[in-house]
């Protein structure tokens, strides 16, 4: 069996990273919660109040452990993971502030080409690291809605789900019998998916309209591309 490896976006950029230790992380994770806990009051998880939940001291310090370790490197304003911590300590108010009253604007994602093993190029958006917290905040709070209404045999950008878990899920399939793959790709699908549709899906059960609407302002970000803006 052939395993095709890939760059990583680190990598593809030139960026050098080294591991934080878990003592290093522990600082920081700690550091940030004495900084979120005096600006949000814990709410019940409901789907009419996942913005509070979004915005909680636990969310939010778990989405910035998750973007530093995940390193990685900046967006258009070039701030790297090491430079966000400095940055929520001086603007963790305003922060917090524009997200609760729905001033936030999401600044739009520098484009990056990744080549492809056809010879091709895929076309990625790098979020800026600030932006990255808030949407990893997001995610965490919506996985544990939509992770049961996916299927069991998709493993991509799934919570403790991994390349071998599709292995192992593929070879159960070639015991019962199956002989034939189809390798398909859509081209530019997540170029094309429809917005209106998407957030009209989000809205059947995402009863916050706040997060819904801070949703639609990612989806409407737009793209920096060699200096230049597209929508």
């Known amino acids: 069996m052939k395993v095709r490896t890939q760059k990583t976006l680190a990598e593809v950029n030139g960026c050098p990273q080294r591991a934080r230790t878990e003592s290093e992380w ?99 958006g790098i979020p800026t690291v600030v932006d990255r917290l808030v949407q990893q905040a997001i995610n965490q709070t919506l996985t544990p809605i939509y992770e049961r209404q996916f299927s069991s045999r998709s493993y991509g950008f799934r919570p403790r789900r991994g390349c071998h878990d599709a292995l192992r899920g593929a070879q159960k399939i070639i015991d019962n019998g199956y002989i034939y793959v189809v390798d398909l790709d859509l081209e530019r699908f997540f170029d094309t998916v429809s917005h209106s549709k998407l957030i009209e899906i989000l809205s059947r059960t995402i009863k916050d309209g706040r997060v819904v609407s801070l949703i639609h302002k990612y989806l409407r970000s737009g793209v920096i591309n060699k200096g230049l803006f597209e929508a």
């Open 26 to 124: 522990y600082g920081v994770a700690q550091t940030f919660m004495w900084m979120c806990e005096d600006n949000i009051v814990e709410v019940p998880f409901d789907k009419e109040h996942l913005l509070e939940r979004i915005l909680s001291p636990d969310t939010l310090n778990q989405a910035y452990k998750a973007v530093v370790l995940n390193k990685g490197c900046g967006g258009i304003d070039k701030m790297s993971c090491e430079e966000l911590l400095p940055w929520l300590l001086a603007n963790k108010d305003s922060l917090i502030r524009s997200l609760q009253d729905g001033s936030y604007r999401p600044n739009p994602v520098r484009r990056v080409e990744i080549p492809k093993d056809n010879g091709k190029k895929r076309l990625l």
